[in-house]
Protein backbone atom coordinates (compact mmCIF):
# COMPACT_ATOMS: atom_id res chain seq x y z
CA UNK A 1 0.00 0.00 0.00
CA UNK A 2 2.78 2.59 0.97
CA UNK A 3 4.90 1.78 -2.58
CA UNK A 4 1.23 2.54 -4.69
CA UNK A 5 0.86 5.50 -2.91
CA UNK A 6 4.39 6.97 -3.03
CA UNK A 7 3.79 5.83 -6.77
CA UNK A 8 0.68 7.67 -7.35
CA UNK A 9 2.34 10.64 -4.93
CA UNK A 10 5.78 10.63 -7.87
CA UNK A 11 3.46 10.67 -10.86
CA UNK A 12 1.40 13.70 -9.73
CA UNK A 13 4.67 15.74 -8.86
CA UNK A 14 6.18 14.63 -11.95
CA UNK A 15 3.01 15.75 -14.03
CA UNK A 16 2.69 18.81 -11.49
CA UNK A 17 5.51 20.49 -11.53
CA UNK A 18 7.96 19.34 -14.93
CA UNK A 19 8.45 21.97 -17.38
CA UNK A 20 6.53 22.29 -20.14
CA UNK A 21 9.15 21.01 -22.33
CA UNK A 22 9.96 18.18 -19.94
CA UNK A 23 6.73 17.02 -20.20
CA UNK A 24 6.66 17.16 -23.81
CA UNK A 25 9.59 14.65 -24.13
CA UNK A 26 8.02 12.56 -21.80
CA UNK A 27 4.70 12.67 -24.01
CA UNK A 28 6.93 11.66 -27.37
CA UNK A 29 8.78 8.83 -25.45
CA UNK A 30 5.00 7.72 -24.38
CA UNK A 31 4.17 7.89 -27.79
CA UNK A 32 6.69 6.10 -29.39
CA UNK A 33 6.19 3.14 -26.59
CA UNK A 34 3.25 2.70 -27.84
CA UNK A 35 3.76 2.76 -31.32
CA UNK A 36 6.78 0.86 -31.27
CA UNK A 37 5.78 -2.52 -29.95
CA UNK A 38 4.09 -3.74 -33.54
CA UNK A 39 7.03 -4.72 -34.83
CA UNK A 40 9.50 -4.43 -32.12
CA UNK A 41 7.80 -6.44 -29.42
CA UNK A 42 9.08 -9.90 -31.31
CA UNK A 43 12.52 -8.83 -30.80
CA UNK A 44 14.01 -11.66 -32.77
CA UNK A 45 17.76 -11.55 -33.81
CA UNK A 46 17.25 -12.84 -37.10
CA UNK A 47 13.92 -11.00 -38.11
CA UNK A 48 14.43 -8.13 -40.79
CA UNK A 49 11.89 -5.58 -40.90
CA UNK A 50 11.54 -4.84 -44.14
CA UNK A 51 7.69 -3.45 -45.02
CA UNK A 52 6.50 -3.27 -48.56
CA UNK A 53 6.04 0.08 -50.16
CA UNK A 54 1.91 -0.51 -49.55
CA UNK A 55 2.18 -1.71 -45.84
CA UNK A 56 0.47 1.63 -44.98
CA UNK A 57 -2.23 1.23 -47.71
CA UNK A 58 -3.42 -1.99 -46.20
CA UNK A 59 -6.43 -2.11 -44.14
CA UNK A 60 -5.34 -1.40 -40.39
CA UNK A 61 -6.78 -3.59 -37.60
CA UNK A 62 -6.31 -4.00 -33.78
CA UNK A 63 -3.51 -6.18 -32.37
CA UNK A 64 -6.17 -7.87 -29.95
CA UNK A 65 -8.20 -9.16 -33.34
CA UNK A 66 -5.80 -11.91 -34.29
CA UNK A 67 -6.26 -15.59 -33.58
CA UNK A 68 -5.22 -17.33 -36.63
CA UNK A 69 -2.04 -18.21 -37.74
CA UNK A 70 -1.56 -19.50 -41.83
CA UNK A 71 1.41 -21.49 -42.29
CA UNK A 72 2.14 -21.19 -46.77
CA UNK A 73 4.91 -21.75 -48.79
CA UNK A 74 6.02 -19.38 -51.57
CA UNK A 75 5.18 -22.01 -54.84
CA UNK A 76 8.23 -20.17 -55.75
CA UNK A 77 12.42 -21.13 -56.06
CA UNK A 78 13.82 -18.12 -53.62
CA UNK A 79 13.13 -15.32 -51.59
CA UNK A 80 13.76 -12.94 -54.39
CA UNK A 81 11.01 -14.42 -56.53
CA UNK A 82 8.59 -13.40 -53.55
CA UNK A 83 9.36 -10.51 -52.85
CA UNK A 84 8.85 -9.46 -56.74
CA UNK A 85 5.30 -11.28 -55.99
CA UNK A 86 4.53 -9.36 -53.10
CA UNK A 87 5.67 -6.44 -54.62
CA UNK A 88 3.19 -6.26 -57.39
CA UNK A 89 0.01 -4.24 -57.17
CA UNK A 90 -2.93 -6.21 -57.64
CA UNK A 91 -5.38 -4.51 -56.56
CA UNK A 92 -5.86 -1.19 -58.38
CA UNK A 93 -8.31 0.81 -55.97
CA UNK A 94 -5.87 0.42 -52.94
CA UNK A 95 -2.62 0.19 -54.79
CA UNK A 96 -1.73 -3.09 -52.42
CA UNK A 97 -0.96 -6.83 -53.49
CA UNK A 98 -1.01 -10.18 -52.10
CA UNK A 99 1.66 -11.14 -49.52
CA UNK A 100 2.24 -12.43 -46.18
CA UNK A 101 3.44 -10.86 -42.84
CA UNK A 102 6.10 -12.99 -42.51
CA UNK A 103 8.44 -14.88 -44.61
CA UNK A 104 11.30 -17.80 -43.81
CA UNK A 105 13.68 -18.27 -45.54
CA UNK A 106 15.59 -22.01 -45.96
CA UNK A 107 18.36 -20.57 -44.02
CA UNK A 108 16.26 -19.86 -41.25
CA UNK A 109 16.47 -15.79 -42.00
CA UNK A 110 13.30 -14.08 -41.26
CA UNK A 111 12.12 -10.95 -43.02
CA UNK A 112 8.69 -9.59 -42.25
CA UNK A 113 6.95 -7.69 -44.88
CA UNK A 114 3.86 -6.41 -43.23
CA UNK A 115 2.95 -4.80 -39.88
CA UNK A 116 0.66 -6.87 -37.49
CA UNK A 117 -1.90 -4.32 -37.56
CA UNK A 118 -2.23 -4.14 -40.77
CA UNK A 119 -4.46 -6.49 -42.94
CA UNK A 120 -2.54 -8.32 -45.31
CA UNK A 121 -3.98 -9.96 -48.48
CA UNK A 122 -2.95 -14.03 -48.02
CA UNK A 123 -6.13 -16.07 -47.29
CA UNK A 124 -9.17 -16.03 -48.96
CA UNK A 125 -11.65 -15.29 -46.17
CA UNK A 126 -9.10 -15.10 -43.12
CA UNK A 127 -7.21 -12.09 -43.69
CA UNK A 128 -8.51 -9.92 -41.30
CA UNK A 129 -7.98 -12.21 -37.98
CA UNK A 130 -4.81 -13.72 -39.51
CA UNK A 131 -1.09 -13.68 -39.78
CA UNK A 132 0.74 -15.42 -42.84
CA UNK A 133 3.45 -16.68 -42.61
CA UNK A 134 5.36 -18.10 -46.17
CA UNK A 135 8.17 -20.75 -45.86
CA UNK A 136 10.28 -20.41 -48.87
CA UNK A 137 9.59 -23.92 -50.39
CA UNK A 138 9.25 -24.74 -54.61
CA UNK A 139 5.88 -26.40 -54.02
CA UNK A 140 4.37 -27.36 -57.25
CA UNK A 141 6.70 -24.29 -58.85
CA UNK A 142 6.51 -23.15 -62.25
CA UNK A 143 3.23 -25.22 -63.56
CA UNK A 144 1.07 -25.11 -60.46
CA UNK A 145 -2.05 -26.13 -61.90
CA UNK A 146 -0.95 -28.97 -64.36
CA UNK A 147 -1.74 -32.28 -63.19
CA UNK A 148 1.72 -33.67 -64.00
CA UNK A 149 2.62 -31.36 -60.77
CA UNK A 150 0.41 -31.70 -58.26
CA UNK A 151 3.37 -33.67 -55.60
CA UNK A 152 5.19 -31.00 -53.47
CA UNK A 153 8.64 -33.30 -53.02
CA UNK A 154 11.17 -30.48 -51.53
CA UNK A 155 11.16 -30.91 -47.58
CA UNK A 156 11.45 -28.19 -45.26
CA UNK A 157 14.80 -27.92 -44.00
CA UNK A 158 15.70 -28.01 -40.37
CA UNK A 159 17.03 -24.43 -39.88
CA UNK A 160 14.27 -23.12 -41.60
CA UNK A 161 11.50 -25.21 -39.16
CA UNK A 162 13.34 -24.40 -36.00
CA UNK A 163 13.14 -20.35 -37.31
CA UNK A 164 9.36 -20.94 -38.29
CA UNK A 165 9.25 -21.95 -34.60
CA UNK A 166 11.00 -19.21 -32.88
CA UNK A 167 8.97 -17.12 -34.64
CA UNK A 168 5.73 -18.52 -33.40
CA UNK A 169 7.07 -18.48 -29.92
CA UNK A 170 7.67 -14.80 -29.82
CA UNK A 171 4.29 -14.21 -31.54
CA UNK A 172 2.55 -16.16 -29.00
CA UNK A 173 4.24 -14.19 -26.69
CA UNK A 174 3.21 -10.69 -27.62
CA UNK A 175 -0.40 -11.74 -29.14
CA UNK A 176 -2.16 -13.46 -26.61
CA UNK A 177 -5.55 -13.79 -28.38
CA UNK A 178 -3.68 -15.96 -30.86
CA UNK A 179 -5.17 -19.52 -30.26
CA UNK A 180 -5.42 -21.00 -33.63
CA UNK A 181 -3.20 -22.49 -36.51
CA UNK A 182 -4.29 -23.79 -40.20
CA UNK A 183 -2.50 -25.09 -43.32
CA UNK A 184 -3.61 -22.67 -46.21
CA UNK A 185 -4.77 -25.79 -47.86
CA UNK A 186 -7.19 -26.09 -45.08
CA UNK A 187 -8.78 -22.83 -45.44
CA UNK A 188 -8.82 -22.78 -48.99
CA UNK A 189 -10.55 -26.17 -50.69
CA UNK A 190 -11.36 -25.02 -54.09
CA UNK A 191 -10.59 -26.74 -56.90
CA UNK A 192 -9.89 -25.19 -60.29
CA UNK A 193 -9.86 -26.63 -64.00
CA UNK A 194 -6.49 -27.72 -64.72
CA UNK A 195 -3.96 -26.14 -66.87
CA UNK A 196 -2.82 -29.03 -68.89
CA UNK A 197 -6.19 -30.81 -68.83
CA UNK A 198 -9.83 -29.05 -69.42
CA UNK A 199 -11.53 -32.06 -68.21
CA UNK A 200 -9.40 -32.76 -64.66
CA UNK A 201 -9.71 -30.63 -61.50
CA UNK A 202 -7.22 -29.72 -58.93
CA UNK A 203 -6.50 -28.35 -55.64
CA UNK A 204 -6.05 -24.75 -56.55
CA UNK A 205 -4.20 -24.55 -52.72
CA UNK A 206 -1.74 -27.25 -51.06
CA UNK A 207 0.44 -25.20 -49.64
CA UNK A 208 2.28 -26.15 -47.52
CA UNK A 209 1.44 -29.39 -48.17
CA UNK A 210 2.13 -33.31 -46.86
CA UNK A 211 6.01 -32.17 -46.10
CA UNK A 212 5.10 -29.65 -43.61
CA UNK A 213 6.48 -31.15 -39.91
CA UNK A 214 2.69 -30.47 -38.47
CA UNK A 215 3.35 -33.28 -35.67
CA UNK A 216 6.54 -31.23 -34.60
CA UNK A 217 5.21 -28.06 -34.74
CA UNK A 218 2.40 -28.65 -32.83
CA UNK A 219 4.12 -30.68 -30.33
CA UNK A 220 6.15 -27.34 -29.76
CA UNK A 221 3.57 -23.96 -30.09
CA UNK A 222 0.21 -23.72 -27.40
CA UNK A 223 -1.58 -23.05 -31.25
CA UNK A 224 -4.16 -25.65 -31.82
CA UNK A 225 -4.69 -26.39 -35.55
CA UNK A 226 -8.41 -25.73 -36.30
CA UNK A 227 -9.58 -26.77 -40.02
CA UNK A 228 -12.82 -25.22 -39.88
CA UNK A 229 -15.54 -27.37 -41.92
CA UNK A 230 -18.34 -26.20 -44.43
CA UNK A 231 -15.46 -23.66 -45.74
CA UNK A 232 -18.08 -20.67 -47.84
CA UNK A 233 -16.38 -20.34 -51.18
CA UNK A 234 -15.37 -16.18 -51.15
CA UNK A 235 -15.14 -14.88 -54.38
CA UNK A 236 -11.69 -15.40 -56.44
CA UNK A 237 -10.88 -12.12 -55.72
CA UNK A 238 -7.96 -12.90 -53.69
CA UNK A 239 -5.17 -15.47 -53.10
ZN1 LIG B 1 -0.60 -19.97 -49.45
Given at each position: ???????H??????????????????S??????????????????R?????????D??????????????????????M???????????????R???????????????????????V?????G???P????????????????D???????Q????E??????????AL?A?L?????????E???????????N?????????D???L?P????????????N????????P????
Open positions: MVGTHEHFTSELALNDAAPGVFLLWAAMMSAMTIPVDKLLNLDMRVELLPYDRLERRELDQIQWLVVHCTELPDAGARQLGEKILYPDSTGNSGHFYVDRDGSIFQWVSLDRAHHVSFNRSIGVELVNRGRFPNWWTTSQQMTPYPEQVEAFLGLLDCAPGLGFIAGHDLDRRMVTSTDPNARVQRKMPGPFWDLVLQRTRLRRIPQDQPGPAAQI
